[in-house]
């Protein structure tokens, strides 16, 4: 039942690229909108996982195998909306499809209503050099970066970083096989990544690693309207992780932290940001710093961790915004908690023990990110869908 002052005036259309069956955060966008009455639509890579089981979705729409080039993401998107009619609401899962829909906004702003930050901003976020290099022209605290080019660079890294650094692909999207980071700790693993970097599609970059401490890593989500100014917006604090120190959010709480919250608005404003983002933060004890490691120009996965008193969230307050309607975010609900139970029982079998227990967090954190009493199926799908994975691996 819509409670909420949301009009479901428009459709809107989910799209993601990358193929992550587990990936809970496209299943708590479509319910969040699904739950106010609005048509829901998706696109998305094969294997679709368990979202798809929602009873909130309107219908799905296998994304194309044949590239992401330009003509075939403009193709299958249009196509959607023939399919689905009036003018949806667009609304990327993923750092691809977010800088895709930059960089076509004007052939997509006449079928869809869209947030639109400048073209190749949300290109330039996702790239981890690029994001490096803004980072030291804006003055914002981030990890000394340098790319990896020649043997020479190695050197430079070992000399200046030391062990343990971290190492990344600059396009993460780019790459498909292994780790995105990966956490080095020898000279011999620094130099086989070094070897895996020749031929790949994305820069390998080498990165001074600030440690984990309890309590330091922290994540900011917003919604920021085409003026970059900031409609919506959480702080929320790293509990528990898979893997752990490392990983995704699997426990998240919401607390207030006005030196994050400054940091990110700042930064928006200063880039002229607009739609939603998901940002990572690590407080560094030794400068009693913030460093922003990651800038995420779309919806981040723990989006619902951040649902105020009038239970606006920023996908809601996206649809809010690009309809026309009132945003009224409420009141913060701070020390409210999201659990991702899949991942943090995963952290658990793997040693975690920070943070009590897993079947004690299932009870008491406020909302769980595949159980729902209204909607029962997508978390049937997933436990099924981890079971047979787990039987492949054994039998692989």
């Not at 898979?242 to 940091?263: S, V």
């Not at 079947?359 to 981890?386: C, I, K, N, Q």
Request: charged share 20%; aromatic share 10%; net charge positive.
């Amino acid at each position: 039942m819509n409670d909420l002052p949301i009009d479901p005036r428009a459709p809107a259309l989910l799209v993601r690229m990358d193929s992550n069956p587990f990936h809970h955060g496209t299943l708590a966008a479509i319910r969040t909108l699904g739950r106010v009455d609005i048509e829901v639509h998706a696109i998305l890579a094969r294997p679709y996982g368990p979202a798809v089981r929602t009873k909130y979705l309107a219908g799905c729409t296998d994304w194309t195998t044949t590239g992401a080039d330009a003509d075939t993401f403009l193709h299958t998107v249009l196509s959607a909306a023939d399919r689905i009619g009036e003018t949806p609401v667009l609304l990327p899962m993923d750092d691809i499809t977010a800088i895709h829909i930059a960089r076509h906004s004007h052939a997509l702003a006449t079928r869809f209503r869209i947030s639109t930050p400048p073209s190749e901003l949300p290109s330039r976020l996702a790239d981890k050099g690029e994001l490096a290099t803004i980072c030291r022209k804006l003055g914002v605290p981030h990890p000394d970066t340098l790319v990896m080019e020649t043997p020479a660079d190695l050197a430079e890294a070992e000399r200046a970083y030391g062990y343990p650094m971290i190492a990344k692909w600059a396009k993460p999207w780019l790459v498909t096989r292994g780790r995105s980071t990966t956490l080095v700790h020898t000279a011999e693993q620094l130099r086989t990544l070094a070897d895996q970097a020749r031929g790949q599609p994305s820069e390998l970059l080498l990165q001074r690693y600030i440690p984990p401490a309890p309590s330091a890593d922290w994540f900011f989500h917003g919604y920021f309207r085409k003026d970059a100014t900031c409609g919506f917006s959480g702080s929320g604090r790293k509990e528990r992780a898979y893997p752990p120190a490392a990983g995704i959010t699997t426990l998240g709480r919401w607390l207030d932290n006005p030196d994050i919250e400054q940091k990110a608005t700042t930064l928006a404003r200063s880039l002229g940001y607009a739609g939603i983002l998901d940002l990572d933060f690590r407080y560094h004890a030794g400068d009693g710093q913030y460093y922003l490691l990651d800038f995420n120009p779309r919806v981040g996965a723990q989006f619902r961790l951040f649902a105020g008193s009038t239970r606006i969230d920023v996908i809601r307050a996206a649809y809010l915004d690009l309809t026309g309607q009132p945003l009224a975010p409420g009141a913060p609900q701070y020390g409210r908690t999201y659990l991702v139970e899949n991942y943090d029982l995963l952290r658990k079998l793997a040693g975690g023990s920070s943070g009590g227990g897993w079947l004690a967090a299932t009870r008491h954190s406020d909302e769980l990110a595949w159980y729902a009493r209204d909607d029962l199926r997508p978390f049937a799908g997933m436990v099924g869908h981890t079971f047979l994975r787990a039987l492949r691996g054994r039998r692989a």
